[in-house]
Antibody
Framework: QVQLVESGGGVVQPGRSLRLSCAAS????????MHWVRQAPGKGLEWVAI????????YYADSVKGRFTISRDNSKNTLYLQMNSLRAEDTAVYYC???????????WGQGALVTVSS | SYELTQPPSVSVSPGQTARITCSGD??????AYWYQQKPGQAPVLVIY???ERPSGIPERFSGSSSGTTVTLTISGVQAEDEADYYC???????????FGGGTTLTVL
C-alpha cells in the first residue's frame, strides 16, 4: 500500500533553515509528480510546491518562492523541502502528497509540524 | 493571485442532502477536486476531475460543475460526514495548484 512519511519538522528560530523529508513506498516513486501542501494551525490548506516525476520542472506558491526549494532523489524514493529564511507565518503542518489525475493529490502523508518561533 | 471561494459553513440534518459550492474564474478550464479532512487527520480525496469518485468513497458523494462553480453533493448525510471540505484546482496555466478556503460541514 502507498505510504508517505514526513520527517524533519521541529521548532526553529525566524531566519533559520530546516529541511523536510518525505519517504515514499508502495508505488513507483519515479513515475509521479510530488507536492508539498501546508496547513497553519486552525487554518485551511495551502499548496506550497510541485516537482515533476523526473525533477525537470518545479513550481512554487508566491508565498515561498525564492525561500523554499523542492527536490527529490528517485534512487532513495524520497522527496525534500529545503526551507530557508523561515518566518513566523511559515508555522504549519507540512504534508507531502502524490500527484493524481492531472491536477489532484490521491495520497497524503501524516504531516510534519514546523514551528517558527524565537 | 487566483482564488477559489467556498462558504465557511454548511449545516444539515442526518439523512438530508448537503451541497457545498466552490467558485473560481478558471474552473471552466481546469478540473476540480474535493477533499474531506477530519480533525487531526490528513485530507482524503473524495471527488476528482469534478465528478469522478475514487474507489472506497461512498456513492453518496458526488460532484458537478456549471460554469465557474463546482458543487460537492452529499446525499443522505451521515454523522461521520461531519468534517472540513476543501475544493482544489489550478490557475489558468495549470502550474500552480490552489485550494478553496474550506467549508465546515456540521451534521445537526
Amino acid at each position: 500500500q502507498v505510504q508517505l512519511v514526513e520527517s524533519g519538522g521541529g521548532v526553529v528560530q525566524p531566519g533559520r533553515s530546516l529541511r523536510l523529508s518525505c519517504a515514499a513506498s508502495g508505488f513507483t516513486f519515479s513515475s509521479y509528480g510530488m507536492h508539498w501542501v501546508r496547513q497553519a494551525p486552525g487554518k485551511g490548506l495551502e499548496w506550497v510546491a510541485i516537482i515533476w516525476y523526473d525533477g525537470s520542472n518545479k513550481y512554487y506558491a508566491d508565498s515561498v518562492k525564492g525561500r523554499f526549494t523542492i527536490s527529490r532523489d528517485n534512487s532513495k524514493n524520497t522527496l525534500y523541502l529545503q526551507m530557508n529564511s523561515l518566518r513566523a507565518e511559515d508555522t504549519a503542518v507540512y504534508y507531502c502528497a502524490k500527484h493524481y489525475e492531472q491536477l489532484g493529490f490521491d495520497y497524503w502523508g501524516q504531516g510534519a509540524l514546523v514551528t517558527v518561533s524565537s | 493571485s487566483y482564488e477559489l471561494t467556498q462558504p465557511p459553513s454548511v449545516s444539515v440534518s442526518p439523512g438530508q442532502t448537503a451541497r457545498i459550492t466552490c467558485s473560481g474564474d478558471a474552473l471552466p478550464k481546469q478540473y476540480a477536486y474535493w477533499y474531506q479532512q477530519k480533525p487531526g487527520q490528513a485530507p482524503v480525496l473524495v471527488i476528482y476531475k469534478e465528478s469522478e469518485r475514487p474507489s472506497g468513497i461512498p456513492e453518496r458523494f458526488s460532484g458537478s460543475s456549471s460554469g465557474t462553480t463546482v458543487t460537492l453533493t452529499i446525499s443522505g448525510v451521515q454523522a461521520e460526514d461531519e468534517a472540513d471540505y476543501y475544493c482544489q484546482s489550478a490557475d489558468s496555466s495549470g502550474t500552480h495548484r490552489v485550494f478553496g478556503g474550506g467549508t465546515t460541514l456540521t451534521v445537526l
